[in-house]
């Protein structure tokens, strides 16, 4: 069965540092996803991507993040300067066509910012 | 905000019971979602219920929805000790995100 698949599963980074967190979305998906969870908390949304551009975004997904698609496969989330509230897992979520189509989540990174 | 919470907070049954979540949200919905998260895992999708939908099966799932009371029902019949994880609805806002509730914590001792 298809899946989606992120890498790395942990990064640890010092704060200040720039992350790229990595998705490989279910192949023939067009809705691209990224959430987030600090721990113990529920999860929220970051950002929706759709047809080579930003869709939605929450008040979360400031300047210092960013998205990208480079290539047919990857869908990239990119913090230029962590800090350390920016410790958490980070979900990647593709979704195919249609109004009712489910969210596949992948495993999630989990990112630590010292 | 169109922010689900579940209740109760937390479970705990012995294997073999049935666990009923709840999940209420506050505006209208398009489709309501469940999710399982293991601990310190990813989500993983278990059913969606559109909102002209009352009632679903999957295996020993059960949901429901009442759009008047803008609630969902999560139900697993016959627990088994792996069915231990937290359990979230999400709803859907517009076509683009899931607005997570805060969860349910099942515990399901063998």
């Known amino acids: 069965e298809p899946e989606v698949t992120q890498t790395p599963s942990h990064q640890v980074t010092q704060m200040g540092q720039e992350v790229i967190l990595r998705c490989v979305p279910i192949?023939?998906?067009?809705?691209f996803y990224w959430y987030r969870q600090i721990l113990g908390q529920k999860v929220e949304f970051l950002v929706s991507?759709?047809?080579?551009?930003?869709?939605?975004k929450s008040e979360i997904f400031d300047d210092q993040f960013s998205v990208e698609r480079p290539d047919g496969s990857n869908f990239t989330l990119k913090i230029r300067s962590t800090k350390l509230e920016d410790s958490a897992m980070y979900f990647c979520?593709?979704?195919?066509?249609?109004?009712?189509?489910?969210?596949?989540f992948g495993p999630g990174t989990r990112l630590t910012v010292l | 905000s169109q922010q689900g919470e579940e209740d109760p907070q937390a479970l705990s049954i012995q294997e073999g019971e049935n666990a009923t979540m709840n999940c209420s949200y506050k505006?209208?919905?398009?489709?309501l979602q469940w999710y399982r998260q293991n601990s310190g895992r990813g989500l993983v999708h278990l059913i969606l219920?559109?909102?002209?939908?009352r009632e679903k099966h999957s295996g020993r799932l059960r949901v429901t929805l009442d759009t008047s009371k803008k609630s969902s029902s999560l139900l697993i019949t016959a627990s088994r000790a792996a069915d231990t994880a937290s359990y979230f609805c999400?709803?859907?806002?517009?076509?683009?995100?899931?607005?997570f509730g805060t969860g349910t914590r099942l515990q399901v001792f063998p």
């Open positions: 991507f759709y047809n080579n551009e930003i869709s939605e």
């Open positions: 192949s023939n998906h067009l809705y």
């Open positions: 979520a593709s979704k195919g066509t249609g109004p009712y189509n489910e969210q596949f």
């Open positions: 505006t209208s919905i398009n489709n």
């Open positions: 219920i559109r909102s002209n939908e």
């Open positions: 999400a709803t859907d806002w517009g076509p683009d995100k899931l607005i």
